[in-house]
């Protein structure tokens, strides 16, 4: 029967907006949902990690859905490489937080909805802390190592992981630790996996907008108490032939992490590896005292060319350690700075004299661009 | 026949999505040891499953005809 388009059928009350009858009638009318159904959304505080491709996803829906609190960690500054698959960011917000822009655009779609932005970094000093506060945590990161952090800090705090990752177009999605159930770690046991991230092998946004959505999905059926939640199964997603799969997995006999074993196994490395940033050790560029380490495979480009610089792939890093010096300083560096760090972390326990150089290969071609011109 | 599915960056080093082998039976333990070294996936972790199902102890795995076999990497990108 309704032929005007909804918006037109509002009233022009200003307060219409907070109308909460009239702005979730369509999923309230499901029977799943209900008013039950709908104080349940209100009630729940869901933390998201990553307000990148899958974050721009995930958040917009459960604003929208009427999620009560609605947390954001990302330190990251939004870059015009972002916008093609980063769609809740507009043109204008290049160089503003992502938590901030996304606060900022969750507020205008649902003023009903309480957001927190954090524009720190999530590390094992504030993960804790700030996991408490929420229900339930999405997991929309782009690195392994953070999710084996995210995996850890959610079994100390008690609290579900939404899993999503993707390849190319191929994604991944699954619910770790609900109820007690298989984590992150009994699904991928070996902790010093390299994989590449958007950065380094390129996307698409349709793929981490459906693997985003499913996260989403993923949420609200926990809060709703409706469905089957994907706990104990990944199912992985292709969207290049539309084929998904589901595996199913058991729970592990790992020793128990807590609040003490994940402060030791973290708190540590955490401190020890030291990044910085290129542009300030351009003076040290042709100084024979430095080495610059690139860890990428022998294919990835942009080339970086330097004075001292030798290219080991990460993989054969530690097969290949002893082709560098360890009187000299290296900076390690990869396409965005996340394998650096793992090559750091795998350098350090060797004794070597290592620093991981932010935003990797991308940042450094830009600034040596700059210094030419200069 | 067994089946093999590649994802992810394995699909990427084996250049295909899936094949399968004339075997009616072999040990899982084998058939990966072959894989790994036809394709060189030395450097890439990955978890495997039988049949839909993740298998934690691959060494004991018989594989029989009509098996078919995941190799699934973690995904890193976001």
């Known amino acids: 029967m309704m032929l005007l388009p909804y918006y037109l059928l509002l009233p022009e009350d200003k307060n219409s907006c907070m109308n909460t009858t009239d702005r979730y009638n369509r999923q309230m009318i499901l029977p799943e949902i209900g008013e039950q159904g709908q104080d349940k959304l209100a009630q729940s505080k869901v933390l998201v990690i990553g307000a990148g491709g899958l974050g721009a996803a995930v958040l917009p829906y459960l604003a929208a859905a009427g999620v009560g609190e609605i947390g954001i960690i990302d330190h990251d500054v939004i870059e015009i490489s972002n916008l093609h698959r980063q769609v809740i960011y507009k043109s204008d917000a290049v160089g503003a937080y992502k938590a901030e822009e996304a606060k900022l655009m969750l507020t205008a779609l649902n003023p009903l909805v309480k957001v927190n932005s954090f524009t720190e970094k999530l590390a094992a000093n504030n993960a804790i802390k700030l996991f408490e506060n929420y229900d339930i945590i999405v997991d929309a990161t782009d690195s392994i190592a953070i999710k084996y952090l995210i995996n850890d800090a959610c079994i100390v705090t008690n609290k579900p992981m939404v899993y999503g990752s993707i390849f190319r177009f191929q994604g991944q999605v699954s619910v770790f630790n609900y109820q007690n159930g298989p984590t992150y770690r009994c699904l991928y046991p070996n902790e010093n996996t390299e994989a590449q991230t958007c950065t380094d092998a390129g996307v698409i946004g349709i793929t981490v907008g459906i693997i985003g959505m499913l996260q989403a999905n993923e949420v609200l059926k926990m809060i709703l108490g409706i469905g089957e939640v994907l706990s104990g199964k990944i199912l992985v997603y292709n969207i290049l032939n539309n084929e998904q799969q589901k595996y199913d997995f058991d729970k592990n006999e790992t020793p128990a992490i807590t609040q003490e074993t994940f402060e030791k196994q973290y708190l540590k490395t955490e401190k020890l590896i030291e990044e910085i940033r290129f542009d300030l050790v351009l003076d040290e560029i042709d100084s024979d005292e430095v080495l610059f380490l690139d860890v990428r495979n022998e294919d990835e480009t942009p080339k970086i060319v330097l004075k001292n610089n030798i290219r080991i792939p990460l993989s054969d890093l530690e097969n290949e350690i002893n082709k560098l010096d360890k009187n000299k300083t290296i900076y390690v560096f990869c396409q965005s700075g996340v394998r650096s760090k793992t090559a750091a972390e795998l350098l350090l326990k060797q004794q070597f004299k290592v620093k991981s150089i932010i935003g990797g290969a991308l940042e450094m071609k830009k600034i040596l661009e700059t210094k030419v011109i200069t | ?78």
């Not at chain 2, 990427?12 to 899982?28: N, Y």
């Not at chain 2, 996936?41 to 078919?68: C, G, M, P, R, W």
């Open chain 2, 1 to 78: 026949m067994i089946e093999i599915k590649y994802f992810g960056a394995v699909a990427e080093k084996t250049k295909r999505e899936f094949e399968k082998i004339p075997f009616s039976e072999i040990a899982l333990q084998d058939l990966l040891q072959d894989i790994e070294e036809k394709y060189q996936l030395e450097s890439l972790s990955f978890s495997v499953a039988v049949n839909q199902k993740i298998v934690q102890k691959a060494t004991a795995y018989k594989l029989i005809s009509n098996d078919v076999v995941a190799l699934l990497p973690p995904f890193a990108g976001g």
